[in-house]
């Protein structure tokens, strides 16, 4: 439970960590310990131990006047892991998903679909199978220092240093969906029928995606602390604690990003389906490699083409100086009172760029230029052969290679085509939260015989004051490009704008603790207290972010958005505890305890429908738009409303400077009637020569824009026995 002289945390959980201290304990002179072990992992594709060693040694002469200790330990992990994955599930109405052409068309075979049309169903974008081969290397070292000039008066200081590399190499096979499918079977599930089986068969090819993945962090953490405990008369003691702690959390790969993924695939698909029936995703797919491949027949290094690059950079840091005095007055063996005060002063940054270069576009409109700008980098293996206990679908034939490697031999090669390959910036956020807190309590504690029974009982009242400010520098969003059938890119400009926002609140938290000792070896105790938690800094960032949509809102899309709330209260909890404990040998006891907590000021999630930065929406099919023209002259066509067709036709009438009639005829001319799609070579090569810039005519991006409000209360109560 919650004590006045113990900073909140949470709902009235507190943990006390107490590192080795040389003066502690009986011993004196030289001595140590040390451990190592080996931990073989079978999942990494090579065989080998990994190391674990830790060591303590310390030192105090035989007065106990100075002591010293040193304790080290290093860590180094590798592992691999198989897995599997769908992304972006669509929730609709059946009646919404069997109209329109987006998911299904005429042709559709649909199977044990439901009956009422209003029924909730879920769908998937796609199917992905994912290989990731992971390392951590992890060090940490502690020195105490302990100096006693006088009994009364104990020096202690302490420094600790930690640091934790992490990095990860993936590679992903994704048999994505163009839609509208050629089979559906939906399961018997009554409340969201979700499909189980998905087909489609495209008219011409489309392409398989191997993307690939690097990852890569460095954690580090700088602490330093000094004690001061002087034991100024027989029932008075002082105490003075100081603390400073710097962590980092920052990019760690060869090229200094946080995570560098560039988007590679075939071309090669004529057909292919994923059955969730199972117990994992069964991917198949049939190829064609003869259209825009290499001509073999296999599906080979020599049909890989680039499509994008992109790399995240985040940087973290957390500063942190504390200061806490104690004092504590014995007025007899029953009595004592406790009277202390505490200052924090935190200050936390994070530091967000993203960047993204078209290399050969969403449809791969140079097979093989993997192989002709990053020779050798992109190896062929057996992903399906990674899984142990399930087997997958096709996935004998797939590739990895380095991200961080292939990024900077495709990046140079297609950068210096021309601008339109340039690398572009996509965000460039910056936040500071800085928070002050100041503390005092008061505390007293009784303890002596209650109807001839030991007892105890504590109780106090502890109150804090917390002042905090968030400031975020915001790179301001220029425009939302729509780049392919369900693709958008976000470009940034060069404004920065400042944002910011503070709060100030103050807290009274109780607390009484009272045990008794009704017979030998039985103790009953009763708690109250009140505690707090303050907000994740994550929360209360001041920024604003506008996403990107997953596909054209015109068909269904939602573009969302994120936005800090630096006015988060900290949730509050009243805890009340009981128990009783029975000790019925020197090291063994049972206990069984119930405890009742009444929350509130739980930080919950709010959406607000809102424009952001004066974005305007190239996809919104509003009447007088360009996608607005495309969706009238599709539905005038009596052709499917998918996502491919809505774009490749905006994409014409922008082609053809506003004449829809022209764009019309060059669509027309290129769609394949029999098989109800257009030709996917063509449709490759109008998402490779056009990007959608929005324009007057298109109306402002409607943004699901979630933020964090103090918005759920809660009672949490239950029983625990343990022994």
């Known amino acids: 439970t919650g004590g006045a002289a113990i900073p909140s945390a949470g709902t009235g959980a507190t943990t006390n960590v107490l590192t080795q201290r040389p003066l502690d304990g009986g011993d004196d002179g030289l001595r140590g310990t040390i451990g190592i072990k080996g931990v073989y992992d079978t999942s990494v594709d090579f065989e080998d131990i990994q190391p674990e060693i830790s060591g303590l040694v310390a030192w105090s002469d035989p007065e106990d006047r100075v002591g010293v200790s040193l304790f080290g330990s290093y860590q180094r992990r590798e592992s691999a892991a198989a897995s599997v994955t769908s992304n972006g599930w669509n929730i609709r109405r059946l009646s919404d998903f069997l109209s329109g052409g987006t998911f299904v068309n005429a042709g559709t075979v649909i199977?044990?679909?439901?009956?009422?049309?209003?029924?909730?169903?879920?769908?998937?974008?796609?199917?992905?199978?994912?290989?990731?081969?992971?390392?951590?290397?992890?060090?940490?070292?502690?020195?105490?220092?302990?100096?006693?000039?006088?009994?009364?008066?104990?020096?202690?200081?302490?420094?600790?240093?930690?640091?934790?590399?992490?990095?990860?190499?993936?590679?992903?096979?994704?048999?994505?969906?163009?839609?509208?499918?050629?089979?559906?079977t939906f399961?018997?599930?009554?409340?969201?029928?979700?499909?189980?089986?998905?087909?489609?068969?495209?008219?011409?090819?489309?392409?398989?995606?191997?993307?690939?993945?690097?990852?890569?962090?460095?954690?580090?953490?700088?602490?330093?602390g000094f004690n001061a405990l002087w034991e100024a008369a027989d029932n008075f003691t002082l105490s003075l604690d100081a603390h400073h702690s710097e962590s980092e959390s920052e990019p760690d790969a060869p090229n200094g990003t946080t995570s560098t993924l560039v988007a590679i695939g075939a071309p090669v698909i004529a057909s292919h389906s994923v059955d969730y029936s199972g117990d994992i995703p069964i991917q198949r797919y049939t190829i064609n490699d003869a259209l825009r491949g290499n001509g073999n027949g296999v599906l080979d290094i020599g049909d890989i083409g680039s499509q994008v690059g992109r790399t995240n950079t985040q940087a973290q840091t957390h500063r942190i100086n504390q200061?806490?005095?104690?004092?504590?007055?014995?007025?007899?063996?029953?009595?004592?009172?406790?009277?202390?005060?505490?200052?924090?002063?935190?200050?936390?940054?994070?530091a967000r760029v993203s960047t993204q270069q078209t290399l050969g576009n969403w449809g791969i409109t140079a097979p093989g230029d993997v192989q002709q700008f990053?020779?050798?980098?992109?190896?062929?293996?057996?992903?399906?052969?990674?899984?142990?206990?399930?087997?997958p679908g096709d996935s004998a034939i797939a590739f990895r290679g380095n991200a961080v490697d292939l990024y900077e031999a495709l990046s140079a090669?297609?950068?210096?085509?021309?601008?339109?390959?340039?690398?572009?910036?996509?965000?460039?956020?910056?936040?500071?939260?800085?928070?002050?807190?100041?503390?005092?309590?008061?505390?007293?504690?009784?303890?002596?015989?209650?109807?001839?029974?030991?007892?105890?009982?504590?109780?106090?009242?502890?109150?804090?004051?917390?002042?905090?400010?968030?400031?975020?520098?915001?790179?301001?969003?220029?425009?939302?490009?729509?780049?392919?059938?369900?693709?958008?890119?976000?470009?940034?400009?060069?404004?920065?704008?400042?944002?910011?926002?503070?709060?100030?609140?103050?807290?009274?938290?109780?607390?009484?603790?009272?045990?008794?000792?009704?017979?030998?070896?039985?103790?009953?105790?009763?708690?109250?207290?009140?505690?707090?938690?303050?907000?994740?800094?994550g929360d209360l960032f001041a920024s604003q972010t506008a996403n990107t949509p997953p596909r054209p809102i015109a068909l269904g899309g939602t573009a969302?958005?994120?936005?800090?709330?630096?006015?988060?209260?900290?949730?509050?909890?009243?805890?009340?505890d009981v128990s009783l404990e029975w000790y019925f040998a020197p090291a063994s006891y049972v206990s069984a305890g119930f405890f009742h907590k009444r929350v509130k000021n739980f930080v919950g999630t709010g959406v607000v429908n809102r424009g952001m930065f004066g974005l305007r929406d190239p996809s919104s099919g509003a009447p007088g738009s360009r996608s607005g023209l495309a969706l009238e002259e599709l539905q005038s066509l009596g052709v499917d409303l998918s996502d491919v067709n809505l774009f490749?036709?905006?994409?014409?009438?922008?082609?053809?400077?506003?004449?829809?009639d022209a764009a019309s005829d060059t669509f027309q001319a290129n769609y394949n009637a029999a098989a109800g799609a257009l030709d996917q070579a063509f449709v490759d090569a109008i998402l490779a020569a056009v990007d959608i810039a929005p324009d007057a005519n298109d109306p402002l991006f409607e943004f699901a824009v979630e933020t964090q409000l103090n918005n759920q209360t809660g009672n949490i109560h239950g029983f625990e026995l343990q022994g």
């Open 648 to 660: 490749t036709l905006t994409a014409l009438i922008v082609q053809n400077g506003g004449d829809v």
């Open 187 to 224: 399961d018997d599930n009554p409340i969201v029928a979700t499909t189980v089986f998905l087909q489609e068969t495209l008219a011409g090819v489309k392409d398989i995606g191997f993307e690939q993945q690097y990852r890569a962090t460095q954690d580090t953490l700088q602490s330093y």
């Open 413 to 537: 090669a297609y950068a210096a085509m021309g601008p339109a390959n340039a690398v572009g910036v996509t965000t460039d956020d910056y936040d500071e939260v800085e928070e002050e807190i100041y503390g005092g309590y008061a505390q007293l504690t009784w303890q002596g015989d209650l109807a001839g029974a030991p007892a105890r009982l504590v109780g106090g009242i502890r109150y804090e004051h917390t002042e905090l400010t968030s400031t975020a520098l915001i790179t301001v969003p220029q425009a939302i490009l729509w780049v392919s059938d369900n693709d958008f890119t976000r470009v940034v400009s060069a404004t920065v704008q400042p944002v910011s926002g503070s709060n100030e609140y103050d807290y009274l938290l109780p607390a009484i603790d009272f045990q008794i000792e009704p017979m030998d070896n039985l103790i009953a105790r009763v708690s109250y207290s009140r505690t707090l938690s303050r907000p994740d800094f």
């Open 323 to 350: 200061i806490r005095a104690d004092a504590r007055w014995e007025f007899d063996d029953r009595i004592f009172f406790e009277l202390g005060g505490s200052y924090i002063d935190s200050r936390m940054t994070s």
């Open 374 to 391: 990053a020779p050798g980098l992109v190896e062929q293996f057996c992903l399906g052969c990674q899984f142990d206990h399930y087997t």
């Open 560 to 576: 969302t958005g994120n936005s800090g709330n630096p006015t988060l209260v900290p949730l509050v909890s009243d805890n009340f």
């Open 111 to 184: 199977q044990n679909a439901p009956s009422d049309p209003d029924t909730l169903i879920s769908v998937p974008n796609d199917s992905r199978y994912h290989y990731s081969e992971s390392t951590r290397e992890r060090l940490n070292a502690m020195a105490t220092l302990q100096f006693r000039p006088i009994d009364s008066l104990t020096l202690t200081a302490d420094a600790l240093y930690a640091t934790n590399e992490t990095t990860e190499r993936r590679m992903d096979q994704t048999n994505w969906f163009n839609r509208p499918f050629g089979q559906v």
